[in-house]
């Protein structure tokens, strides 16, 4: 993972924790059950923010380089494995 996305993700995961931090004490403070699945769903777009980030690295990184560099069965791996983690499927 490139140093930028490495910071990058830090600051998502920040953002994250903080948001769980605060469902868990809206819940322990029985909030309203509304506010507490807005908070739910703000914390799961942050992860899939950071999930997009991480996979476009890995596209510009480790894929890209097997794409060049690799052999066939490399490839071959690297195109599954975003298969599945895309369709959310196991390989």
């Not at 868990?24 to 908070?39: F, G, S, T």
């Not at 071959?76 to 390989?91: D, F």
């Amino acid at each position: 993972m490139r140093d930028e996305t490495q910071q990058k993700a830090d600051a998502r995961l920040a953002r994250v924790e903080g948001q769980i931090r605060a469902v868990r004490k809206m819940v322990a403070e029985d909030r309203y059950c509304i506010d507490v699945v807005r908070q739910v769903q703000a914390a799961r777009s942050a992860l899939r923010s950071l999930e997009t980030l991480i996979i476009d690295d890995h596209v510009d990184t480790c894929v890209q380089h097997a794409l060049e560099a690799g052999e066939t069965g490399e490839r071959r791996e690297k195109v599954t494995e975003l298969v599945s983690i895309l369709t959310g499927k196991k390989k």
